[in-house]
């Protein structure tokens, strides 16, 4: 029996530039119990003109029908007026948004330019909230982009080859040096390539509050995914992009040695084919040119197995290092524990019943996401989701669904970042 598993990045009904993901709050979340994971922290996203407090209350409105577990949200800030600025202290100690994610790539659509970073930094650090970064040189990265385009090379392969590890490297950097100048602790999201990771560890052996989280994707699978035939590279388009092989074992030893604190999914579903949720909601958008692909890829359900199999099952990480990155350390990190990422008195009674000997096939044949495909298609491993338990209630039992669309509870947390 271990906690319930506590997810802190996933993008339900998210819109992404012109895209928007293919999962749903009812069925994303219905995917991530099927997972063992009982809390998600999703994102609200300021539309440019908005406030935070607006993006809010829109994205509550979307979740609270449809959300079957637990649920929490960080707020995207894209446009940092005074106005978004004086709204931080109340969202921070009022409605329980204690993490704001900041993007230094996706120029024009998400990115915000240092001197916003700088400020919500400020703010929120005085504040008791965290700043999460999307860590790489947005800039820099478009001018590799145009060139890629210019020169007639518009395969998926190239979302990667434009994407290069040091300016991961460079954007995580600066990112931690403006967190360490404003006061703040700060998270970096999605951490992928091993030049980044060495920037933490500098920074934290300094005692700078820097942390950050890896995903299952850059752990399990490598660049030379980008070389499967026609347009499935499509698949594995996601940002960063998945990286060399000696990126995974600097990221396994991250993890080990607490260099990097929590695995989380960075679930950005979108489908492979059209149909049946349409050409927004699909690769195909990028049929003819990688920068339209969408970027993302489904992984809710698969992380508890797969990290359980590829970390505790080779020797890797321990049991309580898996349950600590996969629970306790997101709901510390994130305002949630002791409420969550704990068995205990007075914790809510989220629980799996998990089989450490039960051998599987990862499939989106079997799996719940709305997505067309998975990234682990035909993978075995060993360690299987049993029972799910969401506050004592039973909702799932091994491939039945007992779980209800409304049921999942709003977690308005408590300050981050003081894990
Ligand atoms: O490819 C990704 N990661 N898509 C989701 C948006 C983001 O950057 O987290
Ligand atoms: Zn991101
Ligand atoms: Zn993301």
């Known amino acids: 029996m271990i906690p319930g598993g506590v997810d802190v990045h996933t993008h339900l009904e998210f819109p992404l530039g012109e895209a928007e993901t293919c999962d749903t709050f009812e069925s994303g979340t219905r995917s991530a119990a099927f997972g063992g994971t009982t809390t998600i922290v999703d994102f609200a996203l300021q539309q440019r003109g908005e406030t935070p407090k607006q993006a809010l209350d829109r994205r509550l409105a979307v979740a609270q029908p449809k959300a079957s577990v637990d649920y929490g949200f960080h707020l995207i800030l894209t446009d940092v007026t005074p106005d978004a600025l004086a709204e931080l202290p109340d969202l921070i100690n009022q409605e329980g948004i204690s993490s704001f994610k900041m993007f230094m790539a996706y120029p024009g659509v998400l990115m915000v330019d240092d001197a916003g970073i700088f400020k919500a930094m400020r703010k929120a650090g005085a504040h008791g909230g965290m700043i999460n970064v999307h860590a790489e040189n947005g800039s820099v990265i478009q001018v590799l982009i145009e060139e890629a ?140 040119n990688f920068e339209r692909i969408p970027n993302g890829a489904p992984g809710v359900e698969f992380r508890l197995s797969l990290l359980f199999d590829g970390g505790v099952g080779t020797g890797r990480i321990s049991l309580n290092r898996f349950v600590q990155l996969t629970a306790t350390a997101p709901a510390k990190m994130f305002g949630l524990f002791p409420r969550k990422g704990a068995i205990a008195v007075g914790s809510d009674a989220d629980l799996v019943l998990f089989d450490p000997l039960k051998t599987h096939t990862l499939s989106a044949s079997t799996h719940h996401s709305n997505a067309d495909y998975t990234l682990y298609e035909g993978r075995r491993v060993t360690g299987k989701v049993e029972k799910v338990f969401l506050r004592g209630e039973l909702i799932v039992d091994g491939d039945v669904w007992l779980g209800r669309a409304g049921n999942g509870q709003f977690q308005r947390r408590s300050a981050s970042g003081r894990i």
């Open 149 to 288: 385009l210019a020169q007639g090379n518009t395969s998926p392969k190239f979302h990667a080859l434009t994407r290069p590890r040091i300016m991961e490297a460079e954007a995580s950097h600066r990112a931690i040096r403006l967190a360490e100048l404003a006061e703040v602790p700060v998270y970096l999201v999605h951490l992928s390539a091993k030049e980044a990771l060495d920037t933490v560890v500098e920074a934290r052996d300094r005692g700078i509050p820097a942390f950050a989280e890896t995903c299952p994707h850059y752990l399990f699978l490598t660049i030379d995914e980008y070389d499967r035939p026609d347009f499935e590279p499509a698949k594995f388009v996601m940002t960063p992009p998945l990286r060399e092989h000696d990126c995974q074992q600097a990221l396994w030893r991250g993890l080990k040695f607490d260099d990097l604190q929590i695995v989380s999914t960075d679930h950005c579903p979108f489908c492979f084919n059209e149909n049946p949720y349409g050409i927004h909601r699909s690769k195909q958008l990028g049929r003819d």
